[in-house]
């Protein structure tokens, strides 16, 4: 791509100009959002869990296998969460969102981050439900759930995922490979208080499992309604579908920018892009207030948020 093209796509003065002439703004926000809070993604290189694939320990399959190894992954992650800060990316989403009526925030994370920076929830979808959501692993057959428990640990027999380490130069033994962790029975983790034998279980979607029908109906009405002047692919690889096909399904030729914020663009990344697109590479967290200050002006971070 001649060397103008690649200066157009990443011109922060002609994103502001397009910026301040939309209305419908959609935004599709992956893992990357939260880096800068210091969570892992758990995706890729690195996404091991005690020699785990993680992604191996989200399933129902894995669940029904052993409960106990996936709910401490889970509690790991419920644990690493609640320490984490929303950081000025989710910031200035949930203000970007108040600002702008016809916004729309579409998000893979579970973090429950966006929700904490206040982003305000008619105008926030979580596509894979949320770590602190709980719901019984008979559903459908049992409709139980607890739409925000932040209990940490959940249960005792969960408490080896909330420790700290006083050492950070020694890895927690919850997390060091060598040190085997003790079998948890599933008569020690909660069960369902309404049906009384289903075991309780994370509100997020695994691998396998089908997102919420009607949240996807609501966001395809949403998309359908009205032209979407913009698409903000935030933090994502695009690989994760449906969130992989939304930028492309709300592009109306001509009238829409896609515009790409993540810490790497590739080469093929940068080929796909049309003319209006933009691509901006680095932290999300630097980036937004910025690209988005022309609309919420000077980001005010509550005090003790990163």
């Not at 989200?58 to 419920?78: H, I, K, M, Q, T």
């Not at 962790?181 to 049906?195: G, R, V």
């Amino acid at each position: 791509m001649a060397s103008a093209s690649r200066a157009a796509l990443s011109s922060i003065p002609l994103f502001h100009e397009k910026l301040l002439k939309s209305n419908r703004i959609l935004a599709v926000c992956g893992a990357g959002l939260s880096a800068a809070s210091g969570l892992p993604t758990f995706r890729g290189a690195g996404g091991l869990w005690r020699n785990h694939n993680a992604v191996d320990l989200a399933s129902p399959d894995a669940f029904e296998a052993d409960p106990g190894l996936v709910w401490l992954f889970y509690a790991y992650r419920r644990h690493m969460a609640l320490k984490a800060k929303p950081n000025p990316a989710h910031h200035a989403l949930a203000e970007l969102a108040r600002k702008i009526p016809g916004f729309k925030c579409l998000s893979q994370n579970v973090d429950n981050l966006h929700v904490r920076a206040q982003h305000p929830p008619n105008q926030l979808s979580l596509l894979h439900g949320s770590l602190f959501s709980l719901k019984c692993s008979e559903s459908p057959q049992c409709s139980w759930t607890d739409p925000l428990n932040t209990a940490d640990p959940l249960c005792p027999a969960l408490a080896p995922a909330s420790e700290d380490s006083v050492d950070p130069t020694k890895p927690l033994p919850l997390l060091d490979p060598s040190k085997p962790l003790a079998d948890i029975p599933a008569s020690e983790l909660p069960h369902c208080p309404e049906c009384k034998t289903g075991l309780v279980r994370p509100g997020v979607v695994w691998f396998g499992e089908m997102l919420d029908e009607g949240m996807l109906d609501e966001i395809d009405g949403w998309i359908e309604k009205e032209v979407v002047d913009m698409v903000l692919v935030i933090g994502t690889s695009s690989f994760v579908y449906p969130a992989a096909g939304y930028a492309e399904r709300a592009r109306t030729k001509g009238r829409t920018s896609v515009v790409t914020v993540n810490l790497e663009i590739t080469e093929k990344d940068w080929g796909r892009m049309k003319e209006g697109d933009f691509g901006f590479e680095g932290d999300a967290a630097v980036l937004l207030p910025v690209l988005l200050g022309p609309v919420i002006g000077t980001l005010e971070v509550p005090q003790g948020d990163a």
